[in-house]
């Protein structure tokens, strides 16, 4: 992909005030189930479910919380969220080993002619899968890292892509199987790796990826001030910095890194905006390289991009994320600051891109197509 290409598609550097959300009159904050004994990665929804139904408050927009379990979205749904002037605030995320219920859920909408924030289903199915998404971006022109799929049975992959390793399960978020140290430094290491990760998520394919020892950094996106995707642009670049790391450790962002407050990769995995002048030619090249894979997997709305350095200093794609983490700690809302954005920013444009994205307004009641889904099962 020739990333001048993109010319339409910049940094966000104003802050400006959303004054015009349509005639939109309710928001169904829809997230998934949360029991008390979920996984963190889990339970961080409901953290997410605060910060948009705080920020909607100060947009003078009533919100209602709905969990969907996605079995029968259409009969969970609070009556409210198909009538006219209504929109879906879409939060749901897939539980550990259920990764089809993220882009499901989004295809259920699509299906009963509800409006939602964020992506559609099919993004979401492409971002969803790992495998995929590199392919899809490899196509394009841009950079991933050397890898691909795993067959733990005829592992010949370990044979044209050079070690060290790191394995993970194709369609898991949040670094779910990125426990531990995920870092394969032998073929052995890599086999046995992967039979683990094969009995923890079966019939999920296996991405190995060569392991790139440079510096990582993520890219958030935002929908512009009029809501529009086509005036969506990049804030401030974010790297995730290593402090103190034993030489022996794996320099990633694993589960423990996320999810485990008491963990050492939790407490020295720190995020911070590079600004100086040596900097900006990697960070612009950065931002292109995001936005392209915006551009390319078809986002809507808000995302991110993870990067990473190879020994060369090459940026390498390693996920596009759609539909990104809103929590008030999480690093799309940390970006969003930096670049002078309050949390009511951020969920007005994400509101405002998708009421432009379905026509400016909420659709009416579809009677008929809830009525057909119900019969239907």
């Known amino acids: 992909m020739d990333l001048t290409q993109l010319s339409h598609l910049g940094q966000l550097s104003s ?21 008390g ?71 259920v909408f699509e299906l009963l002619g509800l ?17 995929a998404t590199r392919a899809l971006l490899a196509a394009q022109g841009l950079p991933v890292a050397p890898g691909g799929r795993l067959d733990p049975e005829r592992p010949a992959l370990l044979e044209r892509v050079p070690g060290p390793w790191i394995l993970k399960p194709s369609c898991e978020d949040a670094s779910l199987g990125l426990e531990g140290d995920p870092l394969c430094t032998s073929r052995e290491a890599a086999l046995a790796r992967a039979a683990e990760l094969a009995r923890r998520f079966p019939g999920q394919a296996l991405l190995a990826e060569r392991y790139l020892p440079g510096r990582e ?24 910095v290593f402090v103190d790391f034993p ?41 292109l390289l995001a936005l392209a894979a915006w551009d390319a997997c078809g986002l809507s709305g808000y995302g991110r991009v993870d990067l990473r350095l190879d020994e060369r200093g090459r940026p390498h794609i390693l996920e596009v994320n759609a539909n990104p983490c809103l929590a008030a700690d999480a690093g799309f809302i940390a970006a969003a600051e930096r670049a002078g954005l309050r949390p009511r920013d951020v969920v007005g444009r994400i509101v405002a891109s998708a009421l432009a994205e379905h026509g400016r307004a909420a659709l009416p009641h579809p009677t008929a197509a809830v009525a057909n889904a119900t019969a239907a099962g």
Not at 217 to 240: D, K, R, T, Y
Not at 260 to 284: C, E, G, I, K, M
């Open 247 to 287: 030489a022996e450790m794996a320099r990633i962002v694993g589960y423990e890194a996320k999810w485990r407050p008491d963990s050492f990769a939790y407490t020295h995995t720190v995020r911070r905006f590079p600004n100086d002048r040596a900097s900006q030619p990697l960070l612009r090249q950065l931002r």
């Open 217 to 240: 950094f993520n890219v958030s996106i935002l929908a512009g001030e009029g809501g529009g995707n086509a005036g969506a642009g990049a804030l401030p670049v974010a790297e995730i």
């Open 15 to 35: 802050v400006g005030q959303l004054n015009n959300l349509g005639h939109l009159s309710h928001v169904i904050v829809a997230h998934n189930p949360v029991d």
């Open 37 to 107: 004994d979920a996984d963190p990665s889990t339970s961080d929804v409901l953290a997410q479910v605060d910060l948009v139904c705080a920020a909607l408050g100060e947009l003078g927009v009533p919100a209602q919380p709905a969990a969907l379990s996605g079995g029968r979205v259409w009969e969970e749904l609070p009556v409210v969220a198909a009538e006219a002037g209504s929109l879906i605030f879409n939060l749901v995320e897939a539980p550990p080993g259920l990764p089809s219920v993220h882009p499901d859920t989004a295809a």
């Open 115 to 131: 409006p939602f924030t964020g992506s559609s289903a099919a993004t979401l199915w492409l971002t969803t899968d790992k495998l």
